[in-house]
């Protein structure tokens, strides 16, 4: 038995379609549609029942093809896949669950199609993270769609904040534990046999709330629990000054986790450069012990414009002269993402020219990384027809 349904896809999807349709008549495809007998004196065209779905703009854009149409016949999931993944790569995430609901070959086949649901999480999900911490995300989550579904399910629980979902968090924390360094052949993460040391600088100025300040302590428990047992761990906590809460040594989980956990906000305001320095001091101890270094910026990036020359200066004494690994987490109701994201990319070259090519690793065009764990949404009043 034979199910559609109406399917209201962009002005952009129907052109797709069309593309693809006029590419595969070119190409000797039989891609058009049978003309029902009793249409063909009005020269209208009707679909197969696949296509009966599809809303009145697809049909219109087919509308100038009835001459190509009436010579051959055959149904849409006839295409090859590169044509039927052209026609849907301008479809909304809503337009291409709802053309998996058609029958089981639609749905076998964007199933198959990566890509778009690739473009769907990085046109609503890419300010957020960096595209390769959302590729890796998408291999933890178990596929694009999958990554998308959870990120909108945290987006649905949390109404009026953007949430990074666990995929993510997970993706971040692995690059973090794995001090960026990519495998030439796998592309996968090495170096999380330990022995590095990560320097974590958490954000207790009064322009984080009481709720963020406790997601924050989170994530810091969550990294600490995914880092090897031999690397060595430092928490500073800031504002205008710094409190160290581990002073840099071996990791030990349960006491540092507990430390963690019961930390109080310090509240004043932000000083970035100050921490930055601080994290210096703290690396300066490891020297000698371990060429892998990391830091971890969790702030809402509120920073003066008279602070950026300092802290240029910083990020270049970490990455270029202490090859330290630099990456942030954006956190806050007003957290400055362009500013955070920014200077991961600037420590990023830093880290690029003072380092090199070590065994069968090499450093990557992105060692650090950046994700916003949380942030105000704006509103945006729904849209009412004058």
């Known amino acids: 038995m034979q199910h559609s349904i109406r399917l209201d896809v962009s002005e952009a999807a129907a052109a797709g379609l069309q593309h693809a349709l006029v590419v595969g008549n070119q190409c000797g495809i039989q891609t058009s549609i049978p003309v029902p007998k009793q249409q063909q004196q009005q020269q209208k065209l009707h679909a197969t029942p696949e296509l009966e779905a599809l809303s009145p703009p697809v049909m219109e854009a087919l509308s100038p093809l009835p001459a190509a149409l009436e010579s051959r016949s055959c149904s849409l999931l006839s295409l090859p896949d590169e044509l039927l993944f052209k026609c849907v790569q301008s479809m909304q995430a809503e337009d291409l669950a709802a053309m998996e609901r058609v029958n089981r070959e639609l749905h076998s086949a964007m199933m198959r199609d990566t890509e778009c649901w690739r473009q769907c999480v990085a046109e609503r999900y890419e300010a957020v993270s960096s595209e390769r911490l959302l590729s890796r995300a998408a291999e933890l989550a178990g596929g694009w769609k999958r990554l998308f579904a959870e990120l909108e399910k945290k987006r649905k629980e949390n109404k009026r904040w953007i949430t990074a979902c666990q995929s993510l968090v997970d993706a971040y924390v692995e690059a973090v534990v794995n001090f960026g360094v990519v495998d ?30 406790d997601i924050m302590k989170s ?11 031999n690397t060595q761990v430092c928490v500073l906590q800031f504002n205008q000054t710094v409190v160290t809460e581990i002073a840099l040594a071996r990791l030990d989980v349960d006491r540092h986790v507990a430390i963690v956990s019961d930390l109080h ?27 892998k270094r990391a830091v971890v910026l969790v702030s809402d990036g509120q ?39 920014e200077l991961v990319r600037y420590a990023d070259n830093k880290t690029a020219a003072g380092n090199g090519v070590c065994g069968a690793a090499r450093v990557g065009p992105e060692r650090g990384a950046y994700f916003t764990l949380r942030k105000w949404r704006e509103y945006r009043p729904p849209y009412t027809v004058p």
């Open 184 to 213: 030439e052949e796998t592309h996968g993460n090495v170096g999380g046999d330990g022995g590095g040391s990560v320097v974590v600088l958490l954000d207790g100025s009064s322009s984080i709330s009481d709720e963020d300040f």
């Open 303 to 341: 920073v003066r414009d008279s602070e950026n020359e300092a802290l240029h200066n910083m990020i270049d004494v970490l990455c270029e002269e202490m090859h330290a690994v630099f990456s942030a987490v954006g956190i806050g109701r007003d957290v400055d993402e362009k500013v955070l994201s």
């Open 219 to 229: 994530f810091c428990v969550q990294l600490l629990r995914a880092a090897p047992e």
């Open 265 to 291: 906000q310090i509240m004043g305001s932000t000083d970035i450069p100050i921490a930055l320095r601080n994290a210096q001091f703290a690396l300066r101890n490891s020297e000698g012990q371990s060429s």
